[in-house]
T-cell receptor
Framework: DAGVIQSPRHEVTEMGQEVTLRCKPISGHDYLFWYRQTMMRGLELLIY????????DSGMPEDRFSAKMPNASFSTLKIQPSEPRDSAVYFC???????????FGDGTRLSIL | GIQVEQSPPDLILQEGANSTLRCNFSDSVNNLQWFHQNPWGQLINLFYIPSGTKQNGRLSATTVATERYSLLYISSSQTTDSGVYFCAVEDRGGSEKLVFGKGTKLTVNP
């Protein structure tokens, strides 16, 4: 089975530009999670969806961040405008149902210059 | 929120040695996972183990939920075991997110 697929793998852009990260969860998984990894704060949840509905977005840093899940096979995380402090590795994860393990994608390494 | 503490923070081994990594958590959990983050940054699922004991080759894990800790055992370590090992838990009374510890950085020397 294909795992969680994220794109792009690497993104380098200038401050102020819009950044869009993409995620395709494992087919049949009802939950999708977005995490961010930084040296200072480690791995933290940004937002998660259940059946395409956002459930907990308390980890979204500020209004510059938004996430959508228009259907069961696709989600986006958008940063507009981007800032250097947004530089991090962004992971997407999915799981089939509650009380099941989360499976992570390979991450997107984002650098904002 | 729930707190997750991992020890030791760093561990250096010679190839062939055994090791035990520990994860303590501050509250009841629905889910506990161990991950290996390899040098390329990928997060590899090792175990889903909210309670009990599991084994997978040279790796095994035990979670004692009533005492709020989990242990990851690595036997006959290999250089490819190097990387950071994370414990992550899902708080039983809270959000379904995983809360990660800070990790144990393992270096296995040839």
């Amino acid at each position: 089975d294909a795992g969680v697929i994220q794109s792009p793998r690497h993104e380098v852009t200038e401050m102020g530009q819009e950044v869009t990260l993409r995620c395709k969860p494992i087919s049949g998984h009802d939950y999708l999670f977005w995490y961010r990894q930084t040296m200072m704060r480690g791995l933290e949840l940004l937002i998660y969806f259940n059946n395409n509905v956002p459930i907990d977005d308390s980890g979204m840093p500020e209004d510059r961040f938004s996430a959508k899940m228009p259907n069961a096979s696709f989600s986006t995380l958008k940063i507009q405008p981007s800032e250097p402090r947004d530089s991090a590795v962004y992971f997407c994860a999915s799981r089939p149902s509650a009380n099941q393990p989360q499976h992570f994608g390979d991450g997107t390494r984002l650098s904002i210059l | 929120g729930i707190q997750v503490e991992q020890s030791p923070p760093d561990l250096i081994l010679q190839e062939g040695a055994n090791s035990t990594l520990r994860c303590n958590f501050s509250d009841s959990v629905n889910n506990l996972q161990w991950f290996h983050q390899n040098p390329w940054g990928q997060l590899i699922n090792l175990f889903y183990i909210p309670s009990g004991t599991k084994q997978n080759g040279r790796l095994s894990a035990t979670t004692v939920a009533t005492e709020r800790y989990s242990l990851l055992y690595i036997s006959s370590s290999q250089t490819t075991d190097s990387g950071v090992y994370f414990c992550a838990v899902e708080d039983r009374g809270g959000s379904e997110k995983l809360v990660f510890g800070k990790g144990t950085k393992l270096t296995v020397n040839p």
